[in-house]
């Protein structure tokens, strides 16, 4: 049983990525696919892919490589954490690297990037940074 899930799942991506991996496995849970795919959308992967059936079920993704061969993500942070959360509001939903990278906020309406609970005026919880 893992502590923290999120911080699994953000370390394996960060180590596929220094290791120059074409594509990571990690266990496969809802708040996982969410966070992957706010990744996804926002360039940071290829892909997020479920594979299996059940308890075996697996999150497949897929790491996205400049030309030069270095990795779109140069670092991910877990913010929150089970023993210090860190909420927020609308207005101070934090700006990573001056607009260069991204907050993923977990809010009422849903996991998101930093712009679009700004753009939407929801706050909620920091879960990690992206950049």
Not at 30 to 35: A, N
């Amino acid at each position: 049983m893992l502590t923290d899930p999120i911080a699994d799942l953000l370390t394996r991506i960060r180590n596929a990525c220094r290791a120059h991996k074409e594509r990571v496995d990690v266990p496969w849970s809802r708040t996982k696919e969410s966070i992957a795919g706010v990744m996804v959308n926002e360039g940071y992967l290829k892909e997020c892919v479920v594979v299996g059936e059940g308890v075996q079920k697996v999150l497949r993704l897929s790491l996205r490589y400049d030309s030069r061969r270095q990795s779109v993500i140069n670092d991910v942070q877990r913010v929150s954490r089970p023993s210090l959360r860190v909420y927020v509001g609308a207005a101070e939903a934090p700006r990573v690297r001056r607009g260069m990278g991204i907050s993923i906020l977990s809010t009422n309406r849903g996991i998101m990037p930093d712009h679009e609970a700004r753009k939407q005026h929801v706050g909620g919880e920091v879960l990690c940074a992206v950049w």
